[in-house]
């Protein structure tokens, strides 16, 4: 409890008293008057939704639609023989959206059938991570320059950023890849056992218990790598970091700020849904008043819709892609800023921060 103490003043109209605290020191009385609270700094996390000004800009929309073209370019060039025999003469790009979740379903494949669905899932994951590594890199460099620096970096720098850090990008994909392989392989290890120890008897209740656990054990563990991996994208793009470090770094956020991660995920979804589907949702209206348009200058009988279709498809996973990024690059350098107490406008360290 302050001590309070009282110092006579000369002239005037008279002494004056004034409480002092124990080091001496005046109290300051003025009245503050605030006249405008900057949402901004004293509450960090609302930079979240700048997240919506970024992914519309140019320097990330672009990368966005190489890559989603390049990933249709990978799908149709290793699906299915029978694919190509349906009479289509150009690649079938309206399943964009299928496209963008095929690491995700090529990982289950392999965790669930091996290699008794064929070679097609080992050879296109790898290649799907490339396309999003480099892709996710081009576009946090972007995001990572207008969010911390506010300056704009072009395409082809940011092309000619992420191909003078293509080796940590490459290291980091094997390091992605290394340890999935490694929980899969401890996966697989306690299917054997307990199928060894309980068989398939009347046993199945107990011998299902740890082949549960172990499955719920697997989607945690992957899930934590996959986003660190995403984050580890964020730091080489932001910060320029060496593959292993990004790694190592992108999961350790995600270990010690686990609920900042959590809310930061849940927000960044909520708001991909919501402007995903106004997006979508714009661009059918513009692409049915085209057809409607076109309509009277073709023949009736021409299907106009199919190239519109097409083009919406591209169009909002585009933005899907573009709004992912950049929210992964803001969402880095705001745990940055609480992991390590880097200031938000730090960017190109590529040293490890001591926390």
Not at 168 to 179: K, N, W
Not at 217 to 229: D, F, H, K, Y
Not at 242 to 257: A, K
């Amino acid at each position: 409890m302050p001590v309070w103490a009282s110092k006579q003043y000369g002239g005037g109209n008279g002494d004056k008293r004034n409480r002092l605290n124990c080091n001496g020191e005046d109290m300051n009385n003025d009245a503050v008057r605030v006249n405008r609270v900057d949402f901004r700094e004293t509450m960090p996390s609302l930079r979240l939704l700048e997240a919506l000004s970024l992914a519309f800009s140019v320097q990330c929309l672009v990368p966005a639609l190489l890559g989603v073209l390049a990933a249709s370019a990978i799908d149709t060039a290793i699906s299915e023989p029978q694919s190509a025999s349906n009479g289509e003469s150009i690649p079938n790009i309206s399943n964009v959206a299928q496209q963008l979740q095929m690491p995700v379903r090529d990982f289950h494949d392999l965790v669930i059938l091996g290699f008794s669905n064929g070679f097609r899932p080992f050879i296109r994951l790898p290649l799907m991570l490339v396309v999003a590594g480099f892709t996710g890199v081009v576009i946090s460099r972007s995001a990572g320059l207008q969010f911390c620096a506010d300056r704009r970096s072009g395409v082809f720098r940011s092309l000619r950023h992420v191909a003078r850090f293509r080796q940590p990008l490459l290291i980091s994909i094997l390091l992605l890849c290394m340890l999935l392989t490694i929980a899969v392989c401890g996966f697989w290890t306690v299917l054997k056992l307990t199928h060894w120890i309980f068989g398939t008897g009347s046993l199945c209740a107990v011998s299902g218990t740890p082949i549960w656990l172990a499955s719920l054990v697997l989607m945690t563990v992957g899930s934590c790598i996959a986003t660190g991996w995403l984050l580890s994208l964020a730091a080489i793009g932001v910060d320029s970091c060496d593959g292993p470090e990004s790694l190592s770094r992108g999961i350790s956020y995600v270990l010690s700020r686990f609920q900042h991660m959590v809310c930061y995920s849940v927000a960044l979804i909520l708001m991909l849904a919501i402007s995903g589907a106004a997006v979508s949702q714009l661009i059918a209206f513009a692409g049915n008043l085209a057809t409607q348009a076109s309509l009277s200058l073709v023949d009736p009988a021409a299907d106009c819709g199919s190239g519109f279709a097409s083009f919406l498809t591209i169009a909002t996973q585009t933005w899907i892609v573009s709004f992912t990024f950049c929210g992964n690059a803001v969402i880095y350098v705001l745990l940055r800023g609480i992991e390590d107490g880097v200031s938000l406008r730090d960017v190109d360290t590529g040293k490890p921060f001591s926390s």
